[in-house]
């Protein structure tokens, strides 16, 4: 059975039995760089397909507009994770907010713009290790959880320069309160992204790849149990109590996801909010494996999940925002013309993936 990408409201599309087993009789023949060359040309051509860039450019704008609309508390995440005395739990996000006044979103732009580009390459990229995967024989069933690793490792990277220039510009408001330093490191996102070493900017590339990839990889498997559910069982409920389960399932999934995955996340949050200091030699250097081991020494297991109940809300706040607006979309009419055009070319009926 052919389907689509779980995130976001995918068409299904009807598959040929044939297909999986030409494609099952040439698994043996393919090379490494043949299947990857197949799995691009298969991507390219679901990527054609106008309903898919118009699902591709929703989930994009989603993620940045979901970012903005939970941005404080991300600040407060980064604040808590780098054991700042004041900002210590969830329940300082008025302090926080009261305190920084619109200052707080002075590293937006970078998260805005990593959300927004994370959620394209989400696209395309799950579409080609989806592909590539399924000629090396991954079952149907873990292939989504599979390819979801693969493209949340390398969004991981690309998305580590950006993530790190926000971290610094979320703590240097404080770091100025406190006198650690005399003048803001950065004074625009464009700004660190241009004059942040390269040491710095990829200092905690290790642990935020880890995390991408096993959040990506979670949400993508839960989203796919979740959408097959609904096409099996849908007909039995009604058109609010599917819309419900949709964007619940969604939050659900990505609280579950960044619930196993915090402890990547605790240690990424560590790394970075010391990075400016360690790259500049004025503290000792951190790697992610000493970082585990001083967290889980000094707190025990316990300790790698400190700051949880932040993160939590956050991410609870933006899979909300993205699965409402998805469910919107879906329902207003904005896809129409898309589907349409999707129709036209016949893609409705070609698309395997």
């Given at each position: 059975?052919?389907?689509?990408?779980?995130?976001?409201?995918?068409?299904?599309?009807?598959?040929?039995?044939?297909?999986?087993?030409?494609?099952?009789?040439?698994?043996?023949?393919?090379?490494?760089?043949?299947?990857?060359?197949?799995?691009?040309?298969?991507?390219?051509?679901?990527?054609?397909?106008?309903?898919?860039?118009?699902?591709?450019?929703?989930?994009?704008?989603?993620?940045?507009?979901?970012?903005?609309?939970?941005?404080?508390?991300?600040?407060?995440?980064?604040?808590v994770q780098a054991g700042h005395p004041r900002y210590c739990n969830l329940r300082a996000a008025p302090r926080i907010v009261l305190d920084y006044?619109?200052?707080?979103?002075?590293?937006?732009?970078?998260?805005?713009?990593?959300?927004?580009?994370?959620?394209?390459?989400?696209?395309?990229?799950?579409?080609?290790?989806?592909?590539?995967?399924?000629?090396?024989?991954?079952?149907?069933?873990?292939?989504?959880?599979?390819?979801?690793?693969?493209?949340?490792?390398?969004?991981?990277?690309?998305?580590?320069?950006?993530?790190?220039?926000?971290?610094?510009?979320?703590?240097?408001?404080?770091?100025?309160?406190?006198?650690?330093?005399?003048?803001?490191?950065?004074?625009?996102?464009?700004?660190?992204?241009?004059?942040?070493?390269?040491?710095?900017?990829?200092?905690?590339?290790?642990?935020?790849?880890?995390?991408?990839?096993?959040?990506?990889?979670?949400?993508?498997?839960?989203?796919?149990?979740?959408?097959?559910?609904?096409?099996?069982?849908?007909?039995?409920?009604?058109?609010?109590?599917?819309?419900?389960?949709?964007?619940?399932?969604?939050?659900?999934?990505?609280?579950?996801?960044?619930?196993?995955?915090?402890?990547?996340?605790?240690?990424?949050?560590?790394?970075?909010?010391?990075?400016?200091?360690?790259?500049?030699?004025?503290?000792?250097?951190?790697?992610?494996?000493?970082?585990?081991?001083?967290?889980?020494?000094?707190?025990?297991?316990?300790?790698?999940?400190?700051?949880?109940?932040?993160?939590?809300?956050?991410?609870?706040?933006?899979?909300?925002?993205?699965?409402?607006?998805?469910?919107?979309?879906?329902?207003?009419?904005?896809?129409?013309?898309?589907?349409?055009?999707?129709?036209?070319?016949?893609?409705?009926?070609?698309?395997?993936?």
């Amino acid at each position: 059975e052919a389907r689509a990408s779980p995130l976001l409201g995918g068409e299904m599309a009807a598959g040929q039995p044939s297909v999986d087993m030409t494609v099952a009789a040439q698994m043996e023949k393919l090379s490494f760089t043949a299947s990857c060359h197949q799995a691009w040309e298969s991507a390219a051509h679901s990527m054609s397909d106008p309903l898919i860039q118009q699902q591709a450019l929703e989930g994009a704008t989603l993620r940045a507009a979901a970012a903005f609309v939970a941005y404080p508390l991300d600040v407060l995440k980064t604040q808590v994770q780098a054991g700042h005395p004041r900002y210590c739990n969830l329940r300082a996000a008025p302090r926080i907010v009261l305190d920084y006044k619109l200052a707080i979103f002075r590293g937006y732009p970078g998260v805005g713009a990593n959300s927004f580009l994370m959620g394209a390459l989400m696209f395309g990229g799950y579409r080609f290790f989806d592909n590539f995967w399924r000629l090396q024989g991954v079952p149907d069933y873990w292939r989504p959880a599979v390819a979801g690793a693969s493209i949340g490792g390398i969004c991981g990277l690309a998305a580590t320069p950006l993530e790190q220039v926000k971290t610094v510009m979320a703590l240097q408001e404080t770091w100025l309160r406190d006198g650690r330093i005399s003048a803001r490191v950065f004074n625009s996102v464009p700004h660190g992204t241009l004059a942040g070493s390269w040491r710095l900017k990829f200092y905690a590339a290790s642990p935020l790849m880890c995390r991408t990839a096993l959040f990506d990889s979670q949400l993508f498997f839960y989203n796919s149990r979740l959408r097959e559910y609904l096409a099996r069982e849908g007909h039995n409920f009604s058109e609010g109590t599917r819309v419900f389960l949709g964007t619940f399932g969604f939050m659900l999934a990505g609280l579950v996801g960044a619930t196993i995955n915090y402890p990547f996340d605790l240690i990424k949050g560590k790394m970075m909010a010391k990075a400016y200091f360690a790259s500049t030699g004025q503290e000792a250097g951190l790697s992610t494996v000493k970082t585990f081991a001083t967290v889980a020494r000094e707190n025990g297991v316990i300790g790698l999940f400190r700051g949880l109940p932040t993160r939590s809300a956050l991410h609870a706040m933006v899979w909300c925002v993205v699965g409402v607006g998805r469910e919107a979309c879906e329902r207003s009419g904005i896809r129409d013309s898309a589907k349409a055009r999707s129709a036209a070319k016949g893609h409705s009926k070609q698309l395997s993936a």
